[in-house]
């Protein structure tokens, strides 16, 4: 290596760029162009805040939802049904998309009970094919998604050893890698006419880590950051019609997921508050909602308090994330190999109960 060379990397050279700088405006250049960078950015900011306050109190715009197709994925139970209810009487037509088909079929008829238009595609979300396959079909059968929720999840409520490696792999497939694919399959269409929304059902759990939810937390996480990155990839681009929305809520009581799950400090959320809100988020293109509204404090003291106070304030908040309510047997000490699923006891998590469907594109 050449002494210029190795001049450059300890930083006693100026790289290839700041040559073209005259030596004597090097810093200044710098310098200046930071506070020029800084001054316009606050700017900005200042402008960007004093509208939100505004809007805040004034209240925000409520798009009309008329006329859209809204594909709601976990659709056939749960959160997913509520929404889609409330969705349809706002007169979105509906297509629901679920592995349970048994609730499926309830929800096209509740749907339908209300005068509204639905149908339901049985897919499993952890299968890539089915997600591309079904989603060719949508498009032909009902119509161009304008509407995207990626609703549907599951949850192993587990210590990680004690969680088989398939339930793991499926919290990712189910929680996060579905939905690429299924942004991925509805995106292009909605950028073609520079129209859409993709909401994304995430968790306060993507922002604390919860004992026996390591893989869900995880999984919640990267639906955080998947929602982020999107909507900021979208505006790079320069798409201004395509909007997402990040919902993050505190567990909710009556869906089936953490039924059991006994909080302190905070009630569980009722399920049909739930859905109100999240419809309100995409009707005023909300970026993000964390439901209760209250919890935003308490992720900016997150970082402003020592870490211990918040690993005790989130253990005694949560005794038992575990969705059955109760733990997981001990593993036996002088079990030969503890971590191997046979040795595990025989215990699924939801939907795992339901029976596969017969024809995974099957239209109730
Ligand atoms: N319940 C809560 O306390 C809570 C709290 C925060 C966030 N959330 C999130 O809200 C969303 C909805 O949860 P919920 O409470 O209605 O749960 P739920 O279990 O009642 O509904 C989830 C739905 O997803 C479907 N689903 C599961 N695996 C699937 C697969 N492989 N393919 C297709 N469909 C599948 C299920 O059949 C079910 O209808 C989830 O993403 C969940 O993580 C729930």
């Not at 149908?119 to 079904?134: F, H, S, T």
């Not at 599951?154 to 792999?169: A, E, K, N, W």
């Not at 026996?212 to 937390?217: G, N, R």
């Not at 209760?292 to 005790?312: F, K, N, S």
Request: contains cysteine.
């Amino acid at each position: 290596m050449s002494i210029e060379t190795q001049e450059y990397i300890n930083g006693l050279r100026p790289g290839p760029l700041t040559r073209e700088i005259p030596e004597c405006m090097r810093d200044k250049y710098t310098v200046l162009q930071s506070i020029l960078d800084i001054t316009l950015f606050l700017i900005i900011a200042i402008r960007k805040v004093i509208q939100a306050i505004y809007r805040t109190i004034v209240g925000y715009p409520k798009k009309d939802l008329k006329g859209n197709i809204a594909l709601v994925t976990g659709g056939g139970g749960g959160l997913g049904s509520l929404m889609a209810l409330r969705l349809a009487r706002l007169g979105c037509t509906i297509v629901l998309w679920d592995i349970n088909k048994q609730g499926l079929e309830d929800t096209v008829k509740l749907v339908k009970g209300i005068g509204g238009q639905c149908c339901g595609y049985v897919v499993d979300l952890a299968k890539k094919e089915d997600i591309y396959r079904v989603a060719k079909q949508v498009h032909l059968e009902v119509g161009r998604v304008n509407l995207l929720i990626n609703n549907a999840g599951v949850v192993s409520g587990r210590y990680l050893l004690d969680t088989p490696d398939h339930l793991i792999q499926r919290t990712f497939d189910v929680n996060i890698l579905a939905h690429f694919w299924t942004v991925k399959a509805f995106l292009p269409s909605m950028i073609e006419k520079n129209d859409g929304h993709i909401v994304t059902i995430a968790s306060m759990a993507g922002y604390v880590g919860v004992p026996k939810l390591v893989d869900y937390c995880s999984s919640k996480a990267a639906a955080c950051g998947f929602d982020e990155s999107l909507r900021l990839e979208l505006q790079d681009r320069g798409i201004t019609g395509v909007r997402t929305s990040l919902i993050c809520p505190f567990f909710i009581r009556s869906t089936g997921m953490f039924d059991d799950v006994n909080s302190r400090f905070l009630p569980q959320l009722s399920s049909n508050d739930v859905a109100d809100r999240v419809v309100h988020a995409i009707r005023t293109e909300e970026p993000f909602a964390f439901i209760p509204g209250i919890l935003r404090i308490a992720l900016c003291l997150r970082w402003l308090v020592p870490y211990q106070v918040i690993a005790d304030f989130v253990r005694m908040m949560i005794p038992d994330a575990s969705p059955v309510g109760h733990a997981a047997p001990p593993t036996p000490p002088d079990s030969p190999s503890p971590l191997t699923e046979t040795t595990l006891p025989k215990r699924e998590s939801r939907p795992l109960s339901l029976v596969p469907p017969e024809r995974h594109d099957r239209q109730v």
